[in-house]
């Protein structure tokens, strides 16, 4: 049965990881004003900040990953995806090397029901072969071996070329519906 | 022309780090008996040690991963592959956190002409797509997705299903005559 079932590999930040509600809580922490998310609306996202020197030091700060909130419904959904997908975790963690111990420890937090089997931490997404990919970036979709399936971020709402879901709910109906 | 670059995924332990050797260094200086490599002919690699939890308490200790010695011919080896493939370091790393760190830093450390964007630490290896996989261990090439290549490891010298390399040279010589 095992051989039967369709791999997806979900991407972390901005997917699973609130990457975007992260970098505004650290900056109205460390420079006293709370950017709206509308902001960072179709833009890269570090342009969304005034001092736009900011998240490139938060994402080399101890700490910047591994207390990320989890984006809404996240749990619950690869939970329910699990019973009828191989689900893998892929997320790009090679050029922040911080990230990768911090990025496994909060899987662990968060998403223990995830084995270790089914982790990886790459550079470019362009070897992961899976049937679908689940991610925020052009740069990873686009060399994409799968379906791509673009999720919803600030920065992406201006891409039209993909399939695109706007949460976990819209996900699980994109991909329960290909069963 | 570099999409018809051929990609070529390569393990770390006993491939490019030697493990066995480390293992062998790290169990005298534990137990202060010195373990010839021929001991670990045919058998699982911890077997080799008549203290058999050694080898489980070595790989979860600071430091062993770090500073493993490289395997002969294996850095000049990837830098002659990478005129005509395009090399990805593909390593298991998910079973022992604290050895993504270091196994970082030792890329960084002696390979760090391998790019972060080729660097994969994963659990298990089977959606890795490339051209070939380097590897010793049947586990991993059996559900390798491209040509299996095995290197000679101790343990895995009984196995004849595989294209086997015993050295760097072989490796270079098995590869390029696939151009």
Redesign the interface.
Known sequence: MKQQRK?V?IDMDNVIADIEEQAIIWYERELGVRIPKEAMHGIPEKDAFPDQEALFRFIHAPGFFRTAPVIAGAIEALQRLMLNFDV?I?SA???F?LS??EK??WL?EHFAFI??????????KS????DYLIDDHPKNLDFC?GKAIMFTAGHNRNHTQYNRVNSWAEAIELLESEL
């Open positions: 791999s590999a893998y892929v963690a090679m050029e090397p990768l111990y496994h420890q662990a084995s270790w089997h089914n982790i990886v931490f790459c550079g470019d070897i992961i072969h899976t071996r």
